[in-house]
């Protein structure tokens, strides 16, 4: 069965940091773009970020832009995302997704989505 579980969320205060992971099974990522996606309520879902199969392209949502950082490590079929920075608006549940293809592409071509996991920003 092809699963992404992601985990790391939590409560911080303004300026804390967390580190996101999402782990694949029943599949290897590896040849795969990967996606960290958010939704907060109310709100449409946005992708944050998106690394290559590679880890040589990586890109990011212009509101998290030198605060966010996405890697990538294939022999453990993991992608991270560390948050530095944490701000009030990036209160959001988290999901990460495999797109079809190697490359960052369009939001709606990524599947397998986990269950998501919780960030919740405040003082």
């Known amino acids: 069965q092809l699963q992404l579980v992601e985990s790391g969320g939590g409560l911080v205060q303004p300026g804390g940091s967390l580190r996101l992971s999402c782990t694949a099974s029943g599949f290897t990522a590896?040849?795969?773009?990967?996606?960290?996606?958010?939704?907060?309520?109310?709100?449409?879902?946005?992708?944050?970020?998106?690394?290559?199969?590679?880890?040589?392209?990586?890109?990011y949502t212009d509101s998290v832009k030198g605060r966010f950082t996405i890697s990538r490590?294939?022999?453990?079929?993991?992608?991270?995302?560390?948050?530095?920075?944490?701000?009030?608006?990036?209160?959001?549940?988290?999901?990460?997704a495999a797109s079809e293809y190697s490359y960052c592409s369009a939001s709606a071509s990524y599947n397998?989505?986990?269950?998501?996991?919780?960030?919740?920003?405040?003082?």
């Open 73 to 96: 490590d294939n022999a453990e079929n993991t992608v991270y995302l560390q948050m530095n920075n944490l701000k009030p608006e990036d209160t959001a549940v988290y999901y990460c």
């Open 30 to 59: 590896n040849y795969y773009a990967i996606g960290w996606f958010r939704q907060a309520p109310g709100k449409e879902r946005e992708r944050v970020s998106c690394i290559s199969s590679s880890g040589g392209s990586r890109r």
């Open 112 to 123: 397998n989505w986990g269950q998501g996991t919780q960030v919740t920003v405040s003082s």
